[in-house]
């Protein structure tokens, strides 16, 4: 991959929505504005302004503890993956993909 390194998010032993948000707060480096719930997540992931310029092949974000969330939390993983598709569709549109790989 060409550019900036991925971007990491470790899920490891979240199991509510306020932890998941938080980490994704955190790890992410979103701005201190953050409203901490989904469309505040949402309007994150559609602005990325605070990551800089993308590299040739867009951003990553490389997820870990996707597994354990989802026996945990399903729901909640259900919610997170569909923003992430979404903020990917959306950055797709314009010609800069996201891409988010669960693991």
């Given amino acids: 991959m060409t550019g900036p390194a991925p971007h990491r998010l470790d899920l490891t032993g979240v199991r509510d929505k306020a932890g998941l948000l ?3 707060a955190e790890q992410l480096g979103f701005p201190d ?4 719930n989904w469309d505040a997540l949402d309007d994150c992931l559609r602005d990325l302004s605070w990551w ?3 590299g040739a092949d867009g ?3 490389e997820v870990t503890g996707w597994g354990e ?3 945990r939390a ?3 993983a259900r919610t997170l993956g569909e923003i992430f ?7 797709r549109e314009r010609g800069v993909p996201l891409t988010v790989t669960l693991g």
Avoid at 33 to 36: K, M, N, P, R, T
Avoid at 85 to 91: E, K, P, R
């Fill in 59 to 61: 951003w990553t974000v």
């Fill in 33 to 36: 504005e953050f409203g901490h």
């Fill in 52 to 54: 800089g310029e993308p």
């Fill in 74 to 76: 399903p729901e909640l």
């Fill in 85 to 91: 598709a979404d903020a990917g569709t959306y950055w």
């Fill in 69 to 71: 969330l989802r026996r």
């Fill in 22 to 24: 938080r980490s994704c």
